[in-house]
């Protein structure tokens, strides 16, 4: 089967900052049981640079951090420069999906990735987290910024 380009192309990926940290169990685990129960908490913003056909996405993402359960206690923040290809005939909504969801999901394999890497060598094994509901994602990141938008109204006005 022919691949074919995708309008979104990734120009650099950076890990900014992170923190593994391996919080010995008491006792014998199962790291998948416990591996999969850990709290995940993803937070992200995207800042237009140069036009609208380039874009830096700035994430953070926590697993089990700040330490709860034993294994590991997860943090990473990373940047994204990415570009929409400037022949791209695309509408609003396909920018947009293309930014919110693929550039988002774009970042997030690539902290996986990072993320398994640096566990590998842990005496627990590699972690890779699960994939991530990005629809979810999304709408919590719309009422964050709802939010946000309402609490600066709020301070203006008084």
Do not use: W
């Not at 940047?79 to 396909?94: Q, R, V, W």
């Amino acid at each position: 089967m022919l691949t074919f380009q995708s309008d979104l192309k990734t120009n650099n990926f950076y890990i900014i900052k992170n923190c593994c940290e391996l919080i010995v169990p008491k006792h014998e685990v199962n790291t998948s049981n416990i591996f999969f129960a850990y709290p995940i908490d993803i937070d992200y913003s995207i800042k237009e640079r140069g036009g609208e056909k380039t874009f830096r996405v700035l994430m953070d993402i926590k697993i089990n951090y700040p330490a709860k359960d034993p294994g590991y206690s997860i943090m990473v923040e990373a940047m994204g420069d990415y570009s929409i290809n400037p022949d791209a005939k695309l509408n609003k909504t396909e920018k947009e999906r293309l930014i919110h969801f693929t550039a988002i999901e774009r970042s997030i394999e690539y902290i996986r990735g990072f993320v398994s890497n640096l566990t590998s060598q842990f005496p627990l094994g590699k972690y890779i987290f699960d994939g991530i509901n990005m629809e979810a994602l999304y709408h919590s990141k719309l009422e964050q910024m709802k939010k946000i938008k309402t609490s600066e109204s709020k301070i203006k006005k008084a």
